[in-house]
């Protein structure tokens, strides 16, 4: 089953920046299933969905239960607003949640899921799903919506897996903080797991953003892998081509900012909205558009139409081309064989800054990237 979804994989977008964090590592090829493209669901399959959901209400999945659910989503696919409506998304959801007899298929739907959060998706709702399931099995929880309340006080429960995981996610999707979460108790999580489809201001400006994010990211995973191979040859070209590359994105996507500023979340989505920073990061032949940019970008941040972590990345890199220190340690350098900040002013207040941005410790960064190095 191909995901025949959206214009562009928010995945694609900000694989550079979620790698570290990836939460679910169950193997691609582990199940066939993807999204339900442009056919809706027959009615049988339909009424298969909804008949488990109601039969199976308020216990787990019996594995002949499981095994029809599976079977429905092999030959369907995981249902979508547009195409089969949001009762099969909810009905789907509370199946997924049920079949704990198999952990890796509910870590493979997850990630089947995540193509579609922030869309059709609600992202709070989803993260509690993920959260329940994972508590289920591991005794801990990803994104910190499990909570109880004590003395008038809010705690996690069970304990977070990854911080950096939940810090990219709630930032990502301009979610509260945990501690904004802890003390307000904001987030209504009763809510559906559906929500109507996202709608684009400027499609034209989305779809094109997708042409221009595709080779930027396919040449530097290329590059990456010819790296960790020793092909130096194969190194030089793919430099050389990035560069082209980034030259072309960099012509095309000055124009979409002189048109009409930063693209926002209304215009694009929010995977459109991280696709243009990508973008903008890899323009370092013009460090006075990315200043320009990073001033376009500022509102959005502060009103969370863009996350911070990403905008603490180009704040850094503006710095530095400017020849001043960077203000949260996001960039790196290599420094007898391994990786260091780049000048950053105020070390000793660095983490709390990096906090305020969604960025876990900037040691712990640091030890990720060198256990990587090959």
Not at 204 to 215: A, M, N
């Amino acid at each position: 089953m191909i995901s025949l979804g959206r214009p562009f994989s928010r995945l694609a977008s900000v694989l550079a920046l979620l790698l570290a964090f990836a939460p679910f590592c169950t193997a691609a090829s582990a199940f066939d299933i993807g999204l339900d493209g442009k056919s809706p669901y027959p009615e049988q399959s339909r009424d298969q969905i909804l008949e488990l959901q109601r039969n199976s209400d308020g216990r787990s999945l019996r594995r002949d239960e499981l095994d029809a659910f599976k079977a429905v989503l092999v030959q369907q696919g995981w249902p979508t607003y547009r195409t089969s409506g949001p009762a099969l998304i909810d009905a789907a959801g509370k199946l997924l949640e049920r079949s704990g007899l198999d952990f890796e298929f509910q870590e493979y739907m997850l990630r089947v899921l995540d193509q579609q959060v922030g869309d059709d998706i609600r992202p709070a709702i989803y993260a509690r799903l993920a959260d329940r399931i994972h508590a289920s099995h591991d005794s801990s929880q990803l994104y910190g919506t499990l909570q109880q309340r004590l003395d008038g006080v809010s705690t996690v429960d069970p304990p977070i897996a990854s911080l950096g995981s939940l810090l990219f996610f709630r930032d990502f999707y301009g979610l509260p903080s945990l501690e904004e979460e802890l003390a307000s108790g904001g987030i209504d999580y009763e809510a559906t797991l559906s929500q109507p489809p996202a709608t684009y201001t400027r499609p034209d400006i989305r779809t094109l953003l997708g042409e221009l994010i595709q080779p930027d990211q396919s040449l530097r995973t290329a590059l990456s892998a010819a790296r960790s191979t020793g092909d130096s040859a194969k190194v030089e070209r793919l430099k050389e081509e990035i560069a082209a590359s980034d030259r072309e994105g960099l012509r095309r996507i000055k124009q979409v900012f002189e048109d009409v500023g930063f693209p926002t979340r209304d215009m694009v989505g929010i995977d459109g909205v991280s696709t243009a920073f990508l973008l903008v990061q890899h323009a370092d032949e013009d460090p006075a558009f990315q200043k320009r940019a990073l001033e376009l970008a500022t509102p959005l941040m502060t009103s969370r139409g863009m996350s911070r972590r990403q905008y603490a990345m180009l704040a850094d890199r503006v710095s530095l081309a400017a020849g001043e220190p960077q203000r949260y340690g996001t960039q790196m350098t290599l420094q007898n064989g391994k990786y260091v900040l780049q000048p950053t002013s105020d070390i000793e207040g660095l983490d709390k800054r990096r906090l305020q941005m969604a960025l876990g410790p900037y040691q712990a960064m640091l030890d990720s990237a060198n256990a990587e190095r090959p």
